[in-house]
């Protein structure tokens, strides 16, 4: 048996001897040991990590906004990530225009319609209610049904202007009329309060910023504890995502949520173009190593990057090393050394461990980083 590509002498992040062979794009063998001719071979070194592709279910990479924007390779393939789920950059009036555009990369680009028709052009998209058709937004899923994997709501102060929860009303409405599709919250300063969003939420729905330092997030400021609904909805079964971005994950509130028993569901950065070149995200590697320094173990932590996030968005042929799933692998290491590393409200923590990308495979062809 021949294959287009086979990968030799790799692990698993639990330690477990791997080789993966890849055959049209699609992942063909998986084994401990795989004797077969390659097209092309990559003999790895010692101590290298294979998994399957990383996911990054939260960033801004539609190049032509203005407000949150990147480019999806610079974000993606660059630096270890096979897939992007864009967080609703874009809504009814200009997805085309983006899915145009994001099909031209190489990383895998999704995306979540924003129920605003225009997306975030501004702050405040959904301060005026006039710009929620859920009319458009049915014909966009229907239009493009393999790059919409969901909707986006932002329900926050900023945002919504004096509508109070009724945009969140509007989005558990699509999500009805629309098969039950993916629905992810960014939370942030009230009004409205995480109490009564939460409220509103359903099992599967994917709160995001879920670790931010607002007093509106999920620590009570006076008993340092989380807070009882908070716990309520992630033992709903809420999905609790990290959303780092500019302004939205803090150590003290993960830290105290590990130390109760509570962890972020899925790992995502958040990212657009100022917050990868001036910090405090950069990039998705940086964000789980932060993760790592909070207590959370390695292998959970590549979990939180492809198996969650392929679950959460329906990504069907991602997220695992199995045959027959999509030939998208990230290939890694970890190193030790000491780096500062800052979270969105400015407090440091030094991390002892690198985890760094060496080679992106999307759909079984290679790229180095």
């Not at 809504?91 to 990383?107: P, R, S, V």
């Not at 400021?221 to 999905?239: C, H, L, M, R, S």
């Not at 609790?240 to 971005?245: T, W």
């Not at 030790?336 to 079984?364: C, L, M």
């Amino acid at each position: 048996m021949s294959y287009d590509l086979i990968i030799k002498n790799g692990k698993t992040i639990k330690g477990n001897p791997v080789e993966i062979a890849i055959n049209a794009g699609k992942i063909a063998k998986v084994s401990e040991k795989i004797d077969a001719d390659g097209k092309e071979l990559i003999e790895l070194e010692q101590g290298t990590y294979v998994s399957a592709g990383w996911i990054d279910d939260h960033v801004h990479c539609f190049e032509k906004m203005t407000l949150y924007y990147d480019f999806p390779d610079e974000i993606g393939v660059k630096k270890g990530i096979t897939t992007l789920i864009d967080a609703g950059t874009t809504g009814a009036e200009n997805i085309h225009e983006f899915y145009d555009l994001a099909k031209q990369a190489k990383t895998n680009v999704y995306a979540l319609i924003n129920i605003s028709k225009w997306g975030i052009v501004e702050q405040d998209e959904l301060a005026d209610l006039s710009k929620v058709k859920e009319e458009l937004v049915h014909n966009a899923l229907a239009e493009l049904p393999g790059f919409v994997v969901g909707i986006k709501a932002r329900m926050s102060k900023t945002v919504i202007g004096e509508n109070g929860i009724t945009p969140l009303e509007m989005a558990k409405n699509i999500q009805k009329e629309n098969n039950h599709l993916p629905l992810m919250v960014h939370i942030g300063s009230a009004p409205p309060e995480l109490e009564e969003i939460l409220a509103h939420m359903s099992k599967g729905d994917v709160l995001t910023h879920c670790f931010n330092g607002k007093s509106n997030g999920i620590v009570n400021k006076e008993t340092n504890q989380i807070k009882d609904f908070a716990w309520a909805a992630y033992d709903k079964g809420i999905v609790f995502d990290i959303g780092h971005g500019t302004d939205s994950f803090n150590f003290h509130v993960a830290e105290t949520a590990l130390r109760e028993g509570m962890k972020a569901t899925s790992i995502s950065t958040d990212i657009y173009i100022r917050n990868r070149e001036n910090g405090p995200v950069y990039d998705l590697a940086t964000t789980m190593e932060k993760l790592r320094v909070v207590g959370y173990e390695w292998s959970e932590i590549i979990e939180k990057v492809t198996v969650t996030p392929a679950e959460n968005f329906q990504l069907a042929t991602k997220g695992h090393l199995k045959e027959g799933y999509d030939g998208d692998i990230t290939i890694f290491k970890i190193e030790a050394g000491k780096k500062i590393v800052t979270d969105s409200n400015g407090f440091t923590r030094e991390t002892k461990e690198w985890i760094k990308p060496v080679k992106t495979i999307i759909g079984g062809t290679v790229y180095d980083n």
